[in-house]
T-cell receptor
Framework: DQQVKQNSPSLSVQEGRISILNCDYT??????FLWYKKYPAEGPTFLIS?????DKNEDGRFTVFLNKSAKHLSLHIVPSQPGDSAVYFC?????????????FGTGTSLTVIP | DTEVTQTPKHLVMGMTNKKSLKCEQH?????MYWYKQKAKKPPELMFV???????INESVPSRFSPECPNSSLLNLHLHALQPEDSALYLC?????????????FGNGTRLTVT
């Protein structure tokens, strides 16, 4: 049962434009959300996070928005750069049956076209 | 460069072999994790060690045996694996294993079972 979903497996954006990556979750007990970026042949790299008590967190070109009522979060990258081309995973954390757990989405492959 | 180091980068083993994957971090993190990732899938949690004690085992078959010799090291001992165990094995650490403590991943070991 996939508790965190990224419904767009891929996204292409022109350099300089905004990239918007979306993520939906089903478990209302999740209280912390993260985005990871993964290049081929490397492990995921932590990008940005947001607590459930906030609805927005910004770090440079990256902004994460959280809509708790809709159980939806999004990552905005602006302006997009070719180096941003990677797979982006959203993740949610909370107390699961066996303790704190990270639940990962299925990933969105972003391609930024020069 | 990642602050979580995994060795080897690649491993090919037969179904009767015994091998070990190694992971090391020197960030003073007290929680360490093993994840398994298949192509085009999100990372799947296998084990969590918190303060050098196994805190989560996600119903992983006994042919995978984790070991945490100290707070900086995490091993995964492999024995009698099956071809379907071929995957990218990711090690991660976090500061204290709480839900809002981001994971820091290594670059993984690409395992092929023949």
């Amino acid at each position: 049962d996939q508790q965190v979903k990224q419904n767009s497996p891929s996204l292409s954006v022109q350099e300089g434009r905004i990239s918007i990556l979306n993520c939906d979750y089903t478990n209302s007990m999740f209280d912390y959300f993260l985005w990871y970026k993964k290049y081929p042949a490397e492990g995921p790299t932590f990008l940005i996070s947001i607590s459930s008590i906030k609805d927005k967190n910004e770090d440079g070109r990256f902004t994460v928005f959280l809509n708790k009522s809709a159980k939806h979060l999004s990552l905005h990258i602006v302006p997009s750069q070719p180096g941003d081309s990677a797979v982006y995973f959203c993740a949610a954390t909370g107390i699961g049956d066996t303790g704190n757990q990270f639940y990962f989405g299925t990933g969105t492959s972003l391609t930024v076209i020069p | 460069d990642t602050e979580v180091t995994q060795t080897p980068k690649h491993l090919v083993m037969g179904m009767t072999n015994k091998k070990s994957l190694k992971c090391e971090q020197h960030m003073g993190h007290r929680a360490m994790y093993w994840y398994k990732q298949k192509a085009k899938k999100p990372p799947e949690l296998m084990f969590v060690y918190s303060y050098e004690k196994l805190s989560i085992n996600e119903s992983v078959p006994s042919r995978f045996s984790p070991e945490c010799p100290n707070s900086s090291l995490l091993n995964l001992h492999l024995h009698a694996l099956q071809p379907e165990d071929s995957a990218l094995y990711l090690c991660a650490s976090s500061q204290d294993g709480t839900a809002n403590s981001p994971l820091h991943f290594g670059n993984g070991t690409r395992l092929t079972v023949t």
